[in-house]
T-cell receptor, first 113, second 111 residues
């Protein structure tokens, strides 16, 4: 099993550009989420989804959009990149239920200049 | 909103010394999970604690969940260089039980 696959691994954007970070999982997990990790800030939840067609905001949703058209895929869109969005982004998935551990992808390191 | 505080932020130890990181929540948790992130890697699930006062061990790692289910700790006995990384606690919160992560404790081990 591939688990959670994120692409790309690295990306450099200029301010104002748009891009989509891809996330796919092959474990048939209902729950998928996006976190960003900044030095000294831990992991902060951006958006999450509990199933196809259902998305909701996390702690830091501004500047990001998501959609969930299939169980497998949960892309994260930056419509107009800003330097404050320079970060490492992790996608994670799990089965629905409070006792389920998160499975993380390898991350995307994004730099916005 | 719910907050999960974790201390210390950094810990430098000599190989063979013990290490402990502490996690405190502003609200009662249904469960707490611990993750380890190696340098340059992604968080990897270590363990989950569910019951009040629960203690679990994984070789040299001991995890505890407080009686009030608002705090937790991870203790590593006789650290090794392979223990290097950042350790995160995460508590379930929010309407969907989203995990709220502490800021992590970065452990470095000097051989």
């Amino acid at each position: 099993n591939a688990g959670v696959t994120q692409t790309p691994k690295f990306q450099v954007l200029k301010t104002g550009q748009s891009m989509t970070l891809q996330c796919a999982q092959d474990m048939n997990h209902e729950y998928m989420s996006w976190y960003r990790q900044d030095p000294g800030m831990g992991l902060r939840l951006i958006h999450y989804s509990v199933g196809a067609g259902i998305t909701d905001q996390g702690e830091v949703p501004n500047g990001y959009n998501v959609s969930r058209s299939t169980t497998e895929d949960f892309p994260l869109r930056l419509l107009s990149a800003a330097p404050s969005q320079t970060s490492v982004y992790f996608c994670a998935s799990t089965r629905v239920g409070v006792n389920s551990p998160l499975h993380f992808g390898n991350g995307t390191r994004l730099t916005v200049t | 909103g719910q907050q999960v505080m974790q201390i210390p932020q950094y810990q430098h130890v000599q190989e063979g010394e013990d290490f402990t990181t502490y996690c405190n929540s502003s609200t009662t948790l249904s469960n707490i999970q611990w993750y380890k992130q190696r340098p340059g890697g992604h968080p990897v699930f270590l363990i989950q604690l569910v019951k009040s006062g629960e203690v679990k061990k994984q070789k040299r790692l001991t995890f505890q969940f407080g009686e009030a289910k608002k705090n937790s700790s991870l203790h590593i006995t006789a650290t090794q260089t392979t223990d290097v990384g950042t350790y995160f606690c995460a508590g379930a919160g929010g309407s969907q039980g989203n995990l709220i992560f502490g800021k992590g404790t970065k452990l470095s081990v000097k051989p």
